[in-house]
């Protein structure tokens, strides 16, 4: 599952994070990244250290595993979409 955000509101991670996990149960499992446009009051760095809790308070109830946060400006450059899992974008991204 492939998210953006242009809001800077950490609610909004969780909440992706939290609709990932529901849909991920079951034989369905996945990894989530939120490709996000950090903002003067929010960095990508400050959003993974946000998520981490509710990361391993919802691993026990779902398939989710692996939360990926990657600036925007990283993830596309010129029209060209890094590929998930390759080693440029293994050296940018953030886990949770």
């Known amino acids: 599952m492939l998210k953006c955000e242009n809001i ?3 609610k909004t991670f969780v909440g992706g994070m939290m609709k990932a ?3 991920l149960q079951g034989d369905r ?6 490709v996000m446009v950090p903002k003067d009051n929010t ?7 946000h998520l981490k ?4 308070w919802v691993m026990p109830h779902a398939n989710l595993r692996t939360v990926y946060i990657i600036e925007a400006k990283h993830y596309y450059q010129c029209d060209v979409v890094m590929k998930v899992g ?3 974008f293994k050296k940018v991204i953030l886990l949770v």
């Open 8 to 10: 800077s509101s950490r």
């Open 21 to 23: 996990a529901y849909f």
């Open 29 to 34: 499992a996945g990894t989530l990244v939120f």
């Open 43 to 49: 960095t990508a760095t400050a959003i993974a250290k």
């Open 53 to 56: 809790p509710y990361l391993e």
């Open 86 to 88: 390759s080693r440029a």
